[in-house]
């Protein structure tokens, strides 16, 4: 049976415990308690706690010599006796003697002890043929048996007769047994682990860990990133920090009608804010949310350099239609850096799969769209690129297209394959007057025209630029020769507001509407650029 009084040791490798002082013989003492020290599966180091008493053992996992005894004395050594509490025995199992080291430490060894059997023991300090009077004794119970875990699925069952898609949650049901041998005792289960495709060594105290509810069981929700065959280990942790794994394979079918909705990082269908937290990670906050709280957080050493999201520009409206998760794709740049990141996604923004490069183009256009020489000042890489803007198509449906400011002049990159640098450039302005505006893209309107918000950094006006779609399908980008035209609200301070962007209509109105980080690192969302509506503080 699994005891009651199993005490959970966050899947420790090695559990130890320590004594009251030995008593002190003519020649010898022990000035420190002793400690027993055993080696289980997990991946923590040693852990000091205080002597456990017969009533509350610690637990020992399994080791490869058996679990070690220790103990400081000021004299040249110390003897151990190691007793089966178990069987009641009088003669000890285990007697021994340690010479003690530079640092005064005495330790030893103790093979052949019994899986599920609970052990006492004590120690003398040794100077010569002297000998101390004992020390309190010590407990602690060997289990050395893996748990077992098992796994099943309503929404992705190992049958094959998934009831979700890929790119959609389904519940995981874990299972664990610690099985006790004959006539012994198990520690029980402590805490699963569980990851796809391979999990690392850690213990209960990792951030995938979960522990079980009193039936054994614990459920988590997880995304499915893959369609077709997915492997998802789990593992099981005992109290012991014995581990036990299993591999549940499974099919997730291709949804035959994914939701498309530009901005969407994650295939929910629903539009993305993306904003780094106060530790450098990735947040995913839908537009519709009720408050700022992310749905899905990248970690920080995810991001593709400095180990953290927080100097980097995010960018993202629209995908490639060479893949088939209708997710946006994901540009990725540090101000002053000549490399511009891709992120094909593939995986609902999950940055599991490695990055590509945008590659600068050398295939620039006129204003009538004809091909034309590259003017002098384009750069032949995104060094140049103060900021970067996902603009929303204009050549299809979905294709993405960047906005670049550069220089004080905009650029539009757009109507090809980032990836090989098949992109055409046109040059948008040559004032060179855009230096001091933060770029905002709100994507296209119900019927596909498209603007550019900017704000005046020195005075907090907000201006919005129309950019019509033209009845050839192109767009009329002449509201941009001039940055301080159309102002259309004000306020939006940088002292106030450091951050603006927008991720489309966050409303349902068909209008595409502004958000904006306050000081104090509130998530503001408003319906077009009125009507405020604080979502609560940032993580």
């Known amino acids: 049976m699994t005891l009651s009084r199993a005490r959970r040791l966050g899947g420790v490798t090695a559990a130890a415990v320590a004594a009251g002082l030995l008593a002190t013989p003519t020649a010898a003492m022990a000035d420190t308690a002793p400690a027993v020290l055993g080696a289980g599966q997990g991946a923590d180091s040693y852990h000091v706690k205080a002597c456990d008493s017969a009533a509350d053992p610690t637990w020992i996992g399994r080791s490869v010599n058996g679990p070690a005894l220790n103990v400081t004395v000021t004299g040249t050594g110390a003897r151990f006796g190691v007793w089966d509490v178990t069987t009641g025995a009088e003669d000890p199992v285990f007697t021994g003697e340690a010479q003690a080291g530079f640092n005064q430490q005495a330790g030893l060894t103790v093979p052949g002890l019994l899986d599920g059997h609970s052990y006492a023991w004590h120690a003398w300090a040794l100077q ?318 119900a019927s596909g025209n498209q603007a550019l918000w900017a704000r005046d950094r020195a005075t907090g006006e907000l201006h919005a630029y129309p950019i019509p779609k033209k009845a050839d399908g192109t767009f009329d980008f002449s509201a941009l020769a001039d940055p301080k035209a159309n102002v259309v609200a004000t306020g939006f301070t940088v002292a106030a507001y450091p951050t603006l962007g927008s991720s489309g209509d966050a409303n349902g109105d068909g209008k595409p509407d502004l958000w904006a980080v306050t000081a104090d690192r509130h998530l503001v969302m408003y319906s077009g650029w009125d009507d405020a509506n604080d979502l609560g503080p940032l993580n």
């Open 128 to 445: 010569g043929t002297q000998a101390s009077a004992p020390s309190a004794d010590c407990h602690f119970t060997v289990d050395t048996t893996s748990p077992t875990v098992t796994v099943s699925s309503a929404d992705f069952p190992a049958s094959g007769k998934a009831t979700k898609y890929a790119g959609q949650k389904g519940t995981f049901v874990l299972k664990g047994a610690d099985p006790a041998p004959a006539g012994g005792e198990s520690s029980g289960i402590a805490c699963f682990r569980y990851a796809w495709n391979y999990i690392g060594v850690a213990g209960c105290d990792a951030a995938d860990a979960v522990e079980p509810e009193a039936d054994g069981t614990a459920k988590v929700d997880l995304k499915v990133l893959d369609w077709g065959s997915n492997n998802l280990i789990v593992q099981a942790i005992d109290n012991s920090g014995n581990v036990g794994q299993t591999t549940y394979s499974f099919y997730a079918p291709t949804n035959p009608n994914p939701p498309k909705t530009l901005g969407d990082v994650d295939g929910d269908g629903v539009a993305d804010v993306l904003l780094p937290d106060a530790q450098g990670n990735l947040q995913y906050i839908p537009v519709n949310g009720t408050d700022a709280t992310p749905t899905t957080t990248i970690p920080a050493n995810r991001a593709p350099r400095d180990g953290s999201w927080a100097q980097l520009q995010v960018a993202h409206r629209g995908w490639s239609n060479s893949h088939a998760p209708s997710s946006d794709d994901i540009f990725i740049h540090k101000p002053g850096d000549g490399y511009l990141y891709l992120y094909r996604n593939f995986d609902y923004g999950s940055f599991t799969d490695p990055m590509t490069g945008a590659t600068r183009s050398t295939r620039c256009l006129n204003d009538a769209g004809a091909a034309a020489p590259c003017p002098a000042d384009y750069a032949s890489d995104w060094s140049k690129a103060d900021q970067i803007l996902a603009f929303g198509p204009v050549t299809d449906a979905t294709s993405p297209s960047l906005l670049t400011l550069e220089n004080g002049n905009l650029w539009l990159h757009a109507g090809g394959e980032f990836t090989f640098g098949f992109q055409k450039v046109r040059k948008l302005t040559t004032s060179g007057a855009w230096n001091g505006y933060d770029l905002v893209a709100p994507g296209p309107d």
